[in-house]
């Protein structure tokens, strides 16, 4: 099963044989500092006085590593970066060589070594990212992307179900779900806040941002999940929540959205399963405004589970209400 980051990209460790293929390619000196550890002599790399707007890139496998905006002159003679493209992309581990506990960095995809993070960089992180030009390849922006350095092609959902803490948390569970962001949607132009919403007077719903790989999940299968989660029948509210913020909805990002979840409502009501008709409303999707840091992730940091009805197999059930 592949292993996507959270910028899209695919970053499933290679097996030994391509890593051993592709470095195959390398002159002596890149593959020498990319698959044996070693490292350039300062001040001589390539990409160390490089200040043009673009990408820095794994010479071996083409991932994107890191970023122009994250470059700054650190006066140690490597190219150094305060972050990362995507944390998800440079793997970290413990280097005891030449007689001292450093940190090593490599690309998670194909393993090749990039250099060492130190805690001595410049604000916000505080990282140093002390890299070998060897180890880099640099797109200019504007330049043709090659296809191995691409994202895949991602799709979004947007669920409303009441309580966004329990839709999001479950959704994450899902198979080829790459991240679920909670939000508010379908409400009234321009920023809100919690306390706007739950006023009522803005007319958003709680709603959840799925990105998810369609190679490996599909969105009937999102959309089935999603029925599983809440009770669908109810009004304005789902369990002890009450108010147009805990409608049931789905917000489609197109017409074959649309015609998906217009056919899974059909589907479920025809069943004979339900008490009542189905409420969720479909819509086409409006502006989604990410919820306030607190609310993000919040059954994973707090512990604490709301009434939304785990859909996924082997995973934990929802225990208790909020």
């Given at each position: 099963?592949?292993?996507?980051?959270?910028?899209?990209?695919?970053?499933?460790?290679?097996?030994?044989?391509?890593?051993?293929?592709?470095?195959?390619?390398?002159?002596?000196?890149?593959?020498?500092?990319?698959?044996?550890?070693?490292?350039?002599?300062?001040?001589?790399?390539?990409?160390?006085?490089?200040?043009?707007?673009?990408?820095?890139?794994?010479?071996?496998?083409?991932?994107?590593?890191?970023?122009s905006e994250h470059k700054f002159t650190s006066g140690t003679g490597w190219p150094s970066f305060f972050a990362e493209f995507d944390?998800?992309?440079?793997?970290?581990?413990?280097?005891?060589?030449?007689?001292?506990?450093?940190?090593?960095?490599?690309?998670?995809?194909?393993?090749?070594?990039?250099?060492?993070?130190?805690?001595?960089?410049?604000?916000?992180?505080?990282?140093?990212?002390?890299?070998?030009?060897?180890?880099?390849?640099?797109?200019?922006?504007?330049?043709?992307?090659?296809?191995?350095?691409?994202?895949?092609?991602?799709?979004?959902?947007?669920?409303?179900?009441?309580?966004?803490?329990?839709?999001?948390?479950?959704?994450?569970?899902?198979?080829?779900?790459?991240?679920?962001?909670?939000?508010?949607?379908?409400?009234?132009?321009?920023?809100?806040?919690?306390?706007?919403?739950?006023?009522?007077?803005?007319?958003?719903?709680?709603?959840?941002?799925?990105?998810?790989?369609?190679?490996?999940?599909?969105?009937?299968?999102?959309?089935?999940?999603?029925?599983?989660?809440?009770?669908?029948?109810?009004?304005?509210?789902?369990?002890?929540?009450?108010?147009?913020?805990?409608?049931?909805?789905?917000?489609?990002?197109?017409?074959?959205?649309?015609?998906?979840?217009?056919?899974?409502?059909?589907?479920?009501?025809?069943?004979?399963?339900?008490?009542?008709?189905?409420?969720?409303?479909?819509?086409?999707?409006?502006?989604?405004?990410?919820?306030?840091?607190?609310?993000?992730?919040?059954?994973?940091?707090?512990?604490?589970?709301?009434?939304?009805?785990?859909?996924?197999?082997?995973?934990?059930?929802?225990?208790?209400?909020?």
């Amino acid at each position: 099963m592949a292993t996507i980051s959270r910028s899209g990209h695919d970053i499933t460790p290679l097996p030994p044989a391509q890593r051993e293929a592709l470095a195959s390619r390398l002159d002596p000196k890149t593959y020498e500092v990319t698959q044996k550890a070693g490292t350039e002599p300062a001040f001589c790399g390539t990409l160390l006085d490089n200040k043009k707007d673009g990408t820095y890139y794994c010479v071996v496998c083409g991932l994107p590593l890191f970023s122009s905006e994250h470059k700054f002159t650190s006066g140690t003679g490597w190219p150094s970066f305060f972050a990362e493209f995507d944390p998800q992309h440079v793997g970290r581990s413990d280097d005891s060589s030449h007689g001292m506990l450093r940190t090593e960095i490599s690309c998670v995809r194909c393993g090749s070594h990039l250099g060492h993070v130190f805690p001595d960089g410049p604000p916000p992180s505080g990282e140093r990212h002390c890299l070998n030009s060897l180890s880099l390849t640099f797109l200019e922006r504007g330049q043709p992307v090659p296809d191995a350095s691409k994202p895949i092609d991602l799709e979004t959902a947007y669920f409303a179900g009441g309580c966004f803490w329990g839709i999001e948390h479950y959704m994450q569970k899902g198979v080829g779900v790459i991240d679920a962001v909670s939000g508010y949607m379908q409400g009234a132009a321009g920023p809100t806040t919690y306390q706007d919403v739950c006023s009522g007077a803005t007319n958003h719903a709680e709603t959840v941002m799925v990105l998810f790989d369609p190679r490996t999940i599909t969105y009937r299968e999102l959309v089935d999940a999603f029925f599983r989660m809440h009770d669908p029948t109810e009004v304005n509210r789902q369990g002890p929540d009450v108010g147009t913020q805990y409608r049931s909805g789905i917000w489609t990002s197109g017409p074959e959205q649309e015609a998906i979840a217009r056919a899974a409502i059909a589907d479920l009501e025809a069943s004979g399963t339900l008490r009542a008709p189905v409420a969720t409303q479909v819509e086409p999707a409006k502006e989604f405004h990410p919820a306030e840091r607190y609310h993000q992730d919040y059954v994973a940091r707090t512990g604490r589970a709301c009434h939304i009805t785990n859909p996924w197999p082997a995973t934990t059930p929802v225990d208790s209400d909020h």
